[in-house]
């Protein structure tokens, strides 16, 4: 889980698999800066190329997404995607 400091912002929660290997990892984004959830899948995705994951060989699906509320060690989650559900 890689979320933004104390705020409220958009998250997407986005699962990956890798065929070959039958695994499945879950990932959860939270961004203040971005103006749309589809700019955190962008900016995931960007993160694995820097740090030389192959993404085609990748699925990667946003499962949904919606608002984190985040005061302290506490999150508040909310809302939706208009995108991803």
Partial sequence: ?????NGIFKYILISVEHPELQEKMIFIRGDGES???KNIKIKFST??????V?????TI???????IEKIGNK???????????
Avoid: A, P, V, W
């Fill in 1 to 5: 889980m890689k979320i933004d400091n």
């Fill in 35 to 37: 103006e749309y959830h």
């Fill in 47 to 52: 993160e694995l190329i820097k740090n030389g």
């Fill in 54 to 58: 192959d993404e085609k060989s990748l």
């Fill in 61 to 67: 699906l946003c499962q949904g997404g919606g608002r």
């Fill in 75 to 85: 999150l508040k989650i909310f809302g939706y995607s208009y995108s991803y559900g």
